[in-house]
């Protein structure tokens, strides 16, 4: 510890009092600057290591101190640069001269004109992006890529011209221009060998090379904005990171659910089901579902050159088109993607259409649409039998390609198609009944020869394709009509149901404005939830107006009508050439004893689930029967619980994501092998549509071949759609289907009470009579209950698997005008071509009509009589 | 001649003194002594200790410095001085605004001696 003698100290007094006056009179802090002093004589003689400092040793170091002076001139106090700058004069600075050179000359056209050439040449023929890959998709990154040459422009014309815009501004742009720049030129780095070869030894592939040389221009720019930043005493550009991490970040975040896309679709089509999990998971986050979409439709990064920087381009459309329902829980085609100037894709691919002739419905087509709508139906509600024609008018208004129209119409509940016209020419040409394979491949034959065909083929149970082409070009109708024979479904022994057909899957367009006319008449009061207006004349009761597609979409849509319940049994028949069918039509129900006794409840979790789980829970959890239940959640992981314990079952749906779209093969084949332990049991499935399947159905339909009586499979569907897996068991007698007539909750609750025999079930066993047996004290139904029959028949026949039963089949449904798995309907250009392929239009005279002939008949006597009659009274 | 060039060399000190400050903080922080040593060894300079303080304390109040105290192990707290961005902003206008003056001024003499 160093000693200051008492002179020491008091000369540092005396030095201190005379500083503390003269710091006084400035504004300066005296006491700050006496302890700085204080602390510096302090350091200074501690650095000498004196043990006593004298006052000879403390006036050698005041003396070199120096007494403080308080007249320091005043810093500049600091302000925006541009202000403060005294530079900044409108007045011609030394480096002008270097902008007039190769620099600036390089600017114009590498960091201007190029880029705005390669944007426009990009825009107007895509053929980066039918090549190698869209670097424009969406007008943002058209925005983003456009800042380069107009960033660059700015920054050239601010230092060749003086700005009076802050070089902050100009700074940040520039920085917003290089982050582009950057980006891009990554992008395009996989490009650059093949854009370098094509300039190289071709002389064209400039615009490859586009965000590179433009990258550099932007850096040229950058680097003369310094000189313009240090003639405003500045050291440096400012604001440089903001710029370069607003222009790289956005382009980054605008791609990343691209990015995602590809990285998840390689992983979703991965053979080990973890990989796969992760990926489906990353695409249900973060992935673009529009270019899932695209790559659905084939619009995207097809490679016509096959050169592919994804490495997703070996991915078929079809299995791109499983992973969007899993991603998405919808099909496909749901929806087309966007067409716009940018979206407008390969128009040579857009307009192909890889599914015509084929058998499926495959994606939306531009430009064809659904024109109008127009359902006519009689009902006769003591047979519980009716018949419906829809008939449908499609149009292309697709300046110089053809279409086919195709649909998948779901059918009522044990439904036929039989009638098939087509209108040519505006003459209305019946269809021909043959076999299946036979009026396909009649239909295939004509469509090659862009002839005029229509064909109906069974697509399920219930389910029929429509497939009707050429709708011909630039606004080109086809005209088709579909006649189905239908039974009622009763609710009780006093209503009898029609669940109204609907169009389940299509390629054409059908706007939310699309309406269904619908008329509908019977022989008793009809009612529908539907706004239709009720009438009744005479005995005659109708019901009519208008539906939208949403409307008739709805599970629920039908229409009601009161019939006699005293009338159990009914009988028809048909006149052929040599023959009278006859059939007898008994009303069985069952009430007071449960079917089963067991069932487990297969629960689809797919997206558009989430919405009916709690009325499924609420339902099952308080049920009172007499049977067991075990549910199966049909998600990505079986999970099985008894229905007694209501917890895990909520835990059960709880744990369920209600993602995408689920596979629910093997959900219902774990549910076949718990309900097969039970002699008497039934797999009741409630689900969403499912347009695809992952797996083959074969295990599934191993089953119920080895077990021909084994559990029964019941489904419920909850929203419209395909269901692959319903059309995959056609031909299995133990699949049936739920006539929906009500809210989910009450239709759940109505088919339990059915299967514990709480609510009867009404079932009409249909059987062939001879003519001379029918008793005429019954009365007689309409002629579509023979064809009913004939329908059953053929399933019967079918379901024998033998080859004489797979003729009989064929023999009846062609004999009595049907579309069933075993046969299909036709309509083709002229006899010449029905020749060719062994097949005959039906007699018009056979096919069924609205009104039915009956009626007309009936019609025609009343008017007669009312005639008559009026001229009677006249002559009185 | 020589009162000319003696009043010219005091106008250039002082002008020039507080850019020497920054100048010398702007690579790294420094405590008060060294600070002030390192100035006025610089030769020409002719600034004495007691001069710089006061100068120090008002670039303080002006925000182009900031100071904190530090437990010296040999001696005394230092206090140590840094340059705040303010302060940092300020030495590049300096530099800027002495070297385009001075660019100026040898282009001058360039232009003279090439004629």
Redesign the interface.
Known sequence: MTRWTNGAEELWQQFRNE?RKR?NQ????AD??LD??Q??I???L??QKLEVVTAEDMKKVLN???????N???????AS?AA????IEKQKL?YHAMLSSLGGFYIIVFGVLLPVAAATFELLTRLCSTVFFDPLPTIWHVGLFLMIPVFNLGGYCAVKYGTKDSIRKVGFLNGIAIGNALFYTLWFLPILPFSGIAVTFMGLGLCGLAPLLSFIACLIVRKRLHLLA??????KVPLFWPGFGCGFGILLLLIVPALFSVIGLNMAVSVQPAVQNRGLWLLRNFSSKRYLLERCYNTRNVKPFGIDITGTADISSEKIRGIYYRVTGKSFNTERPRTSFLHRGNAWIDDWDFEQAGDVVGGQLRNLSLVSSQMDANLQADGAVGYLEWIMVFQNDHLWTEREARCQVQLPPGGVVSRLTLWIDGQECEAAFGGREQTKGAYKSVVQRRRDPVLVTTKGPDQVLVQCFPVPSNSGKMKVRLGISFPLDLVSSEEALLQLPYINERNFQMPPTTEHRLWIEADGPLSAKLGLTAESTEGKYAIRGAVTNAQLEQQAASVRVTRNPQVSSVWAKREFDNETVAVLQQLHNNKGRALIEKAVVVVDTSKSMASHITDIANVITTLNVDFNIDIVAANDTLKTTAFADKNELKKLFHKSNFKGGKDNLPALVHAWDIASQSANAAVIWIHSAQPHIFDEVDPLVQRWNRRPDGPKLIHIQTSPGPNVVIESLDGIQQVDVFSRSASLKDDLGRLFGQLNGTVPTYKFVRQEILPTQIDTSMKQASSHIVRLWANEKVQTMRAKRSNAGQSEAKAIAVKHQLVTPVSGAVVLENAEQYDQHDLRPVDPETVPTIPEPATIMLLGVGGLIAVHFRKKTHRQ | MQDIFDNWIIQVRKGILELTVLTALADKDRYAYELVKSITQIPGLGISEGTIYPLLSRLRVQGLVATRLEESPEGPARKYYSLTKEGKETLHMMDAYLDSILKGVHALRNRKEEK
């Open positions: 500083a710091l400035s504004d300066i802090d700050e600057v700085d002093l602390r510096h302090e350091t200074e501690n650095a070199r101190l120096e007494l403080p002076q308080a320091t001139p005043k810093a500049p106090v600091p640069p403060s700058s005294p530079v030394p240090a003639a405003q005493n500045l050291r």
